[in-house]
């Protein structure tokens, strides 16, 4: 709703990219957020960005957390406690790093204390058909039971990409309208719209590049 001054409503979300090593986390958020593929391994430590993003009309600025995907159980709780968005990514052609997800799930759940927290489930990688390990239908019916939305995704032909930030951001945003309107969101989460060039003018902002149809796959 605009406001006197002409500003528009918007909120801030912090967002953690959650996933085994390699997967593609690292991918996806420089593809969602520069628009840049990275065909080397760098492990990450931890990085973040900010983006800005408009949802239905809704403009959306998101704190995105890239984590490393080895083992780091004290920075874990931290991110948890902060994130207000989960995605949990996999690569579709290991096994062992869908298994993984059902850790990350299970402490989120515990130090959130909360079984709805926004999550979608990402199983990355989608390009490397002859390399598949893990069929659509196994990752389905576990995204089914978590109750959450399942995509797969290639960073590297930035299919359904943007798509699993998107999805994410309405479930931050229904679930924040939802605690606006008990009136039990106390944490302030309401910004103001600041024109696109007046947000972080430097790198990290998001460029968009027209969407290339023939890449993007169903989504489940
Ligand atoms: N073919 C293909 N390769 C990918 C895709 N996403 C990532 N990769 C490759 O997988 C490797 C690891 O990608 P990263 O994004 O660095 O993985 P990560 O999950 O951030 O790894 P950590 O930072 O160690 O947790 C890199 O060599 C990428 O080029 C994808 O969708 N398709
Ligand atoms: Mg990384």
Known sequence: MPTRYGYQPCREFNVVVLGAGG????????????DEWIESYDPTIEDSYRSQISVDGRQVILEILDTAGTEQFAMRDLYMKTGQGFLLVFSITSEASLEELKTLREEIIRIKDDENVPIVIVGNKADLIEQRMVDRKTAFALSQQWAAPYYESSARTRTNVEEVFVDLCRQMLRRDDSLDANGTNGDGGDNYYQKPEDLSTSRRRRRRKPKDKAHRCAIL
């Open 23 to 34: 997967v593609g986390k690292s991918c996806l958020t420089a593809q969602f957020v520069h």
